[in-house]
């Protein structure tokens, strides 16, 4: 999963990067304002700890989030080649909004979040107007020269899309079938990606209140709402301060605010619920490690984001929730007890499922 995190000048984008993938980046990496920077992110995630916790193994792995940080967005950034291929090769996109107030930080006009998405999205929207148009016109050509029921298919959803566009409707809205999605996928629209909302509020000694409130005092409830979007809120620089910390002065910390958990937790958890994936692990005295797989996958799928081989030779999965493992103490205890169970290849992976793969290879 790549997601591209995107904002208007000055609104603590790049530094909500930094702090996600804990990239120690040079000041000269950032010497050309147009290029873009990926990091991989570890996914926190309770469960995998207390997984862990029970098994003592030599090695936990986490999932992981692969961010992209890319320039500024605006009118001419979203003409430029390079800028365009960074936006569509991701899966989704963060529009990170400032909502904190620093006179040493320039800011045009009065802040206002909502603003800011509206003139974001108008220009997502015009930049796949103007590739639908271009399609539209050579697929009539291709028509002339002979009609195809393919290009029949293609044409009608293009002219769909195009008329929701001209309506200010972003892609990502118009409803469409899986045949359909596969049908436009190559052209990688940039208003058709999910979208998280990220406000980005100033520090204060509510910080507990303020970050649950951020989305509704900035009206930002019935965007956040839409077909594949959402809202969250950060706090940057508290964020940036615990990115310093150990796990206990970080919990101290939080603590003093009111908080249980971090920001970026809440963010990537909203993330992975924006994009449809969820959690599967394993679990043993190698290893504890999470699997991220797309919701409704059924077991052949799970077993094959381990391994394809698994896939290709899968017979049963060994499963049971992970606080039912956690419950039993044991796998042992888990079986007697008959919460740990055999599941055949219809079977759809739950989040936070633990499995072990039976196959033939």
């Not at 800011?116 to 103007?130: A, T």
């Not at 520090?203 to 409130?213: A, I, K, M």
């Not at 620089?237 to 310093?244: F, H, I, Q």
């Not at 504890?288 to 049963?316: M, N, V």
Request: contains cysteine; glycine residues 8%.
């Amino acid at each position: 999963m790549k997601t591209g995190i995107i904002g208007l000048p000055q609104v603590g984008k790049t530094s909500l990067f930094k702090i996600l993938t804990k990239a120690k980046l040079e000041e000269k990496a950032y010497s050309n304002p147009r290029e873009e920077h990926i990091g991989v992110a570890r996914v926190p995630d309770a469960r995998l700890d207390k997984l862990s916790a029970l098994y003592s193994p030599k090695k936990t792995t986490y999932a992981t989030v692969e961010y992209a940080d890319v320039a500024a967005i605006g009118k001419e950034a979203l003409k430029e080649t390079a800028f365009l291929t960074s936006l569509r090769n991701v899966d989704a996109l963060i529009h990170v909004l400032r909502a904190f107030e620093d006179d040493s930080i320039p800011h045009v006009g009065p802040i206002d979040p909502l603003r800011d998405i509206k003139n974001v999205e108008f220009d997502l929207i015009i930049s796949d107007l103007g590739q639908v148009e271009k399609r539209l016109e050579r697929l009539e050509k291709d028509l002339k020269k002979g009609r195809t029921s393919e290009l029949e298919r293609e044409q009608a959803l293009l002219l769909r899309s195009k008329e929701a566009l001209e309506s200010e409707l972003p892609l990502r809205e118009l409803e469409m079938t899986n045949e359909e999605k596969k049908l436009i996928k190559g052209f990688m629209f940039l208003s058709q990606k999910p979208m998280l909302y990220v406000v980005n509020i100033g520090e204060s000694t509510t910080l507990g209140d303020d970050l649950n409130e951020a989305v509704s005092k900035y009206k930002l409830d019935e965007v956040a709402a839409r077909p594949n979007a959402g809202a969250t809120a950060i706090c940057g620089k508290v964020e940036a301060e615990l990115a310093e910390m150990d796990d206990e002065e970080a919990a101290e910390f939080l603590g003093s605010y009111g908080l249980h958990e971090s920001g970026l937790v809440r963010l990537i958890r909203k993330s992975y619920a924006l994009l449809g994936l969820i959690s599967f692990f394993t679990a043993g005295e190698d290893e504890c490690r999470a699997w991220t797989i797309p919701a409704g996958s059924k077991a052949p799928q799970g077993a094959g984001a381990i391994h394809t081989d698994l896939e290709h030779h899968f017979i049963r999965a060994e499963t049971i929730r992970w606080d039912a493992l956690l419950d039993a103490g044991s796998e042992a205890a888990a079986r007697s007890r008959g919460t740990l169970r055999l599941e055949g290849k219809e079977y759809v992976v739950q989040d936070g499922d633990v499995m072990h793969i039976r196959h033939s290879g």
